[in-house]
DNA sequence: CTACATAGTTGCAAGATACAACCATGACTT
DNA sequence: AAGTCATGGTTGTATCTTGCAACTATGTAG
């Protein structure tokens, strides 16, 4: 009992520790990816910003979405998500349609010229990160993603 | 050996997709975490933005610096540094010394004020998201962590 | 001694975001 | 069917943060 006790204490502790140590981690990363967030921006338009690149790429990746669930996605403003639409909009990288099922909403998706530009910077995405991340098993970066996945799933409620 | 070339091409592609899948999840814990970021910097002090928690945070762990040095680490602009330094300055969270080797330079580093401040929100923290991550074993948080610090090590050169 | 680089401060302009007010549409109640 | 409330989206406004550039002061190299 005073055994489990104690091994309990020092789960809480490992626990305080790792949630410290991610909280670390967590902060460089923030750090570093801003910047390269805003340069694969400017790769698909040099008009684009840090945000809508994210914002884009989701639509490219998952499919088409209403300009709310990118607001919730992203724990962003309605009106943010709407300016970035717009701008989006402006530069023929989204199409949007109106949903048959809501009269209210619209369907974002990713257009043609986006998908290109998006698929040209694969390219150069493997370029700049392979040579990084030459000493990552493929599984490893799967499960690092994963493991971060998860995470996000977790802390948005 | 068709066998070994098919395998490697398998490999790139998923080292591909494991790539594009990392990114999108930086992308969202970026977002996610601003927030989080900020409500901590408001913690230490009501003033305080979420940049300056991560500068202060840095002093307090890892010991003085120079303003330069943080704007290097951070991808700062210097002025951007400077202003927040002296909003730390104002609310006696740093304190500033002139470098003896420099007479340029000042030495930054945290306050007995916000070291005690920043020990108080190990707390919080824990309350914030000893919820949130309860059903992670102590393990995979440790896990995460360790993914996150190999991969920041590895895109930091 | 002169030229150039670096640390830091400050003025200025641009960009992004949150908040709130607003409109249109839909859902639900009675 | 009318009324009420919630939701999707747009826009105006205030604020905040940042990058750029100019400037001072100090250090360094030729």
Redo the contacts between chains.
């Keep these: 009992m005073m055994l489990a006790v104690g091994t309990e204490h020092r789960?809480e502790v490992?626990?305080?520790?790792?949630?410290?140590?991610?909280?670390?981690?967590?902060?460089?990363?923030?750090?570093?990816?801003?910047?390269g967030?805003a340069d694969r921006a400017a790769q698909v338009d040099p008009e684009l910003n840090a945000t809508a690149?994210?914002l884009l790429?989701?639509l490219a990746?998952f499919g088409p979405h209403r300009a709310a669930d990118l607001a919730d996605?992203?724990?962003?403003d309605k009106g943010a998500v709407s300016r970035v639409v717009h701008q989006l909009l402006e530069l023929d990288l989204i199409v949007r349609t109106p949903d048959p099922k809501d009269g209210r909403a619209s369907i974002l998706s990713a257009s043609e010229k986006a998908m290109k530009r998006l698929a040209e910077l694969?390219d150069s995405?493997?370029e700049e990160?392979?040579a990084?991340?030459s000493?990552?098993e493929?599984?490893?970066?799967?499960?690092?993603?994963k493991?971060?996945?998860r995470?996000?799933a977790?802390?948005?409620?």
């Design positions: 789960d490992r626990r305080d520790e790792a949630m410290s140590g991610l909280e670390h981690e967590i902060g460089r990363l923030l750090r570093r990816v801003r910047r967030l690149y994210p790429a989701t990746e996605m992203f724990a962003l694969v995405r493997r990160f392979g990084l991340l000493d990552w493929p599984d490893e970066l799967v499960d690092l993603a493991g971060l996945a995470f996000n977790s802390i948005s409620e």
